[in-house]
């Protein structure tokens, strides 16, 4: 081996937040911070134990009073106070070794008019199959885990860097139809659909800009269950505003949908 990879190597292994480096987090979900106002907002949505948490702002900086943890058994314990960086992920210690949590409450604000997010995400670990005993499995968490049993993971980690921005669900195997809206203006330079408990196709998808004008989008046929299908946004538009969508499951009767963007 090389010095300079040995030396490299040595560097990394005395920084003693290497290891959550390496941990493997998938994306919880998020909460949104408002303008310049501490708010509490929660967080309880857990299928398992957790080894790690991570916490990533978006739409501008975040600026923390509390962040504080409650524990299954009682406990509780501010785990940051502070700025959050946007998009530079902040990893939180848990306390013990089986850290079941049952809610996270927020108390933050963003100096932006248009306010922020936070990101949450978990890294389970070797606990796994915890997660999977859960009754939200195959309802939940095996789609945000990017998991089927039958073809293994499907989460692509070019997309680690993309913003989940809600999820839209579609009922039935004839084509229906469903506006996400709430963008405000949002800059985009792909969208990307990650069906999450089943195949899906879409007939239509129809971007509308800021100004009103639209734009149909090429679907590429079969969107493949739990897998982002990246579409990109042609021409020099990228402010959009509403995202409608006509779709259908190709499995049994329900489909949802977690659209996300990549600016």
Known sequence: MKRGTMLALAAVMSVGISAPAMADYVRLGSVDVGFRTDRDTQWTRFGGPLEGLRLTADRSDIYCRSVVVDYRRGRSENVFS??????RPVNVDLRGDRARVNKITFTCRSDERRGGKIYIMADVGRYRDDW????DWSRMWAGIFGMDDRRGDRWDRRHDDWTSIGRVSFEGRRDSESAFTGWAGRSVDS???RPIDNDARCRYIRVTF?????????TGGRLERGRV????????????T??????RSLGDRRVTVEVLVNR
């Open 242 to 247: 509403r995202l409608d969508m006509s779709c």
């Open 82 to 87: 502070g700025r959050l960086r946007e998009d």
């Open 132 to 135: 999977r005993r859960d009754p």
């Open 210 to 218: 800021r100004g009103g004008r639209t734009r149909d989008l090429d």
């Open 229 to 240: 299908n990246e579409i990109g946004i042609p021409g020099r538009d990228r402010d959009i």
């Open 191 to 193: 969208i990307g659909l």
